[in-house]
């Protein structure tokens, strides 16, 4: 039943946005989820777990990993996808924000992987990280974001290649998504971001979604330290 039976999935940045049309995905394709967030979420399914939590913290990702294994005894995939972006040129960017968007972005991967590697290597799971354009396209004011986001690709394939056998890990480009994220944008500077992609629009998290769900499950079973643009294009043009 689904690309994703009885597996067990962590999805962080679960409340919105990407994160939310992940865990819509997973339930569908038949995997339970752990759903991360920072803010607050009531799920009201058996097959949905809410964990509140700042995965920038060890400690988050302590009560993460013993929730898998006390809740449903394995984990099979792990989605690390929240972020945090301040938008400023790197001289006016505060050093705490700098700080904070490598934490959020960057480090909690790493916090994710030293606390779930040993219940991945254990159902051979896979991992997909959420990498953006930043990481391959200079954009003004993302600093942090862009250094973050260029590590997180790098990381992905580390990772690929120190767990090999046993765990495949793979990163998802998004492009510009229609999210929240989009909200305090300009008119001008969303019109020039999808003129800046070869489909002409925004894409929708559940293509993202789409994307993510392909390189959790068995059918990208010899995909692994790739990276797949979900970009609309963009930086094809
Ligand atoms: P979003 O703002 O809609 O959702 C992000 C979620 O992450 C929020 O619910 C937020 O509460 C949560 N979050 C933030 N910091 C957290 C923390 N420290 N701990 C736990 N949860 C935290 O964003 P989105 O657009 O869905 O973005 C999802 C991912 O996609 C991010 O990694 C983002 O960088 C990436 N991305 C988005 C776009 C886009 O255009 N939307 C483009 C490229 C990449």
């Not at 752990?34 to 607050?40: E, G, R």
């Not at 994220?181 to 070869?198: F, L």
Request: with cysteine.
């Amino acid at each position: 039943r689904g690309l994703l039976p009885g597996k067990v999935a962590v999805v962080t940045g679960a409340a919105s946005g990407i994160g939310a049309a992940v865990v819509e995905r997973f339930l569908r394709e038949g995997a339970r989820v752990i759903a991360v967030d920072l803010t607050d979420q009531s799920p009201d399914r058996p097959d949905l777990l809410a964990v509140r939590g700042d995965v920038s913290h060890a400690e988050t990702w302590r009560r993460i990993a013993d929730t898998a294994r006390a809740e449903f005894g394995r984990l099979d995939v792990l989605h690390s996808n929240a972020s945090t972006v301040v938008r400023a040129p790197a001289h006016e960017l505060p050093e705490d924000d700098w700080d904070r968007q490598l934490s959020v972005n960057l480090k909690a991967t790493y916090l994710a992987v030293r606390a779930c590697a040993g219940l991945l290597k254990e159902s051979r799971g896979a991992v997909v990280l959420t990498s953006s354009v930043h990481a391959l396209v200079g954009l003004p004011g993302h600093p942090a974001y862009a250094a973050a986001k260029g590590g997180l690709v790098s990381l992905g394939r580390q990772l690929a290649v120190e767990y090999g056998p046993e765990v495949r890990v793979n990163t998802v480009i998004p492009g510009p998504i229609l999210t929240p994220v989009w909200d305090g944008i300009g008119e001008e500077d969303r019109r020039r971001s999808v003129a800046a992609t070869a489909a002409g629009r925004f894409g929708r998290p559940e293509e993202v979604a789409a994307a993510v769900t392909f390189l959790a499950c068995a059918e990208s079973s010899y995909v692994t330290g790739a990276s797949l643009l979900v970009d609309g294009g963009w930086t094809a043009v």
